[in-house]
């Protein structure tokens, strides 16, 4: 049976595994790469999904990295980077274009962007022909908020490493690795909620809050800065209860956090809503795969956890929004 290609790599077999799919990737990779060293019209390939570590597939792929996920890491995410790497080295200079003195910083009088580095760390600060352009170096990866807890927010010609939620700044400022520490009300998250069991929703919900950037589940947004994106409302991925009423925790004038089990979902959301729970099941919905067959999921109940009066935040984070 023929291995079927469609949009961004997806692919269809019975019986295949991810396997045959990295296999079936290295053979259009090595046909791409002969087409670019003989002269050919093929130059350059992307055929492949990218999927952000703890991005969640559709549920009718299975949920996880689904079918056709490939993540840093990966045997087919490895075969990719080694392919753009032989490309960069087959193509040709373009008429006006100078090499980078700086990685991806481009080139300007003087010798670069070094001035503008972060702590001397390469791909960090600013980069165009003028140095006007910011990096974003949370999206790039760039900086060095690694430590437990730490996160990354960008600034404008920087950024800064903040703690979670949950964390609190354990050293200096302008430092990342191993700054933050657990605070001591982070085991016990769910003391400060009170809920009216599995299934009962706040009756009437107050306005939804944008999800903190440094609350779980976040991730930098290469889009929010360019004003081509809305606020996110919900986390990226999967997330606990602890992590969910964590995110209400770091955003201000949180009052009630809604979450979904079946599905690891959360909303937060402002005051001025109802204090009463009402059972509200949510319908199951199908979805189609590939194979146009229908399937039926489970979409599970809301439960509201309403935060306590008089009972002070777990600490951690600012608040800002992902």
Request: charged share 25%; aromatic share 4%.
């Given at each position: 049976m023929p291995l079927l290609v469609e949009e961004h790599g997806k692919w269809?077999?019975?019986?295949?595994?991810?396997?045959?799919r990295n296999a079936f990737y290295e053979v259009v990779h090595d046909a791409v790469e002969a087409s670019a060293a003989g002269?050919?019209?093929?130059?350059?390939v992307l055929f492949w999904s990218f999927q952000h570590p703890g991005q969640e597939a559709p549920r009718v792929e299975g949920g996880g990295r689904g079918l056709y996920g490939v993540r840093p890491g990966d045997a087919a995410f490895e075969g990719a980077s080694a392919n753009a790497k032989a490309l960069a080295r087959l193509a040709k200079a373009m008429p006006g274009c100078t090499a980078a003195l700086d990685g991806p910083t481009l080139a300007r009088p003087g010798g670069g962007c070094l001035d503008t580095r972060i702590r001397g760390l390469p791909g960090t600060g600013?980069?165009?022909?003028g140095c006007e352009a910011d990096i974003n170096e949370c999206v790039r990866g760039t900086h060095d908020c690694t430590g437990e807890g730490a996160t990354c927010l960008n600034e404008d010609g920087g950024f800064r490493c903040a703690c979670r939620a949950g964390f609190l700044k354990g050293g200096a400022e302008d430092a990342g690795d191993g700054r933050c520490t657990p605070s001591p009300g982070l085991a016990t998250i769910s003391d400060a909620y009170r809920s009216g069991g599995p299934g009962k929703a706040q009756c009437g919900g107050g306005p939804l809050l944008a999800w903190p950037a440094t609350a779980p589940g976040s991730r930098p947004d290469p889009l929010a800065d360019s004003g081509r994106r809305g606020a996110a409302y919900e986390p990226y991925g999967k997330v606990s209860l602890p992590d969910c009423l964590?995110?209400?925790?770091?955003a201000p004038g949180c009052?009630?956090?809604?979450?979904?089990?079946a599905v690891g979902r959360c909303r937060l959301r402002g005051g001025g809503g109802s204090t009463e729970t009402c059972a509200v099941p949510e319908p199951a919905s199908t979805e189609t795969d590939q194979s146009l067959e229908p399937q039926i999921f489970e979409n599970g109940a809301w439960e509201s956890f309403f935060r306590k009066e008089g009972v002070g935040r777990v600490g951690g984070g600012d608040g800002a929004a992902a």
């Open positions: 269809l077999k019975a019986g295949a595994s991810e396997a045959d002269g050919g019209p093929i130059v350059g600013r980069e165009g022909s964590l995110g209400c925790d770091a009052a009630v956090a809604d979450y979904n089990p």
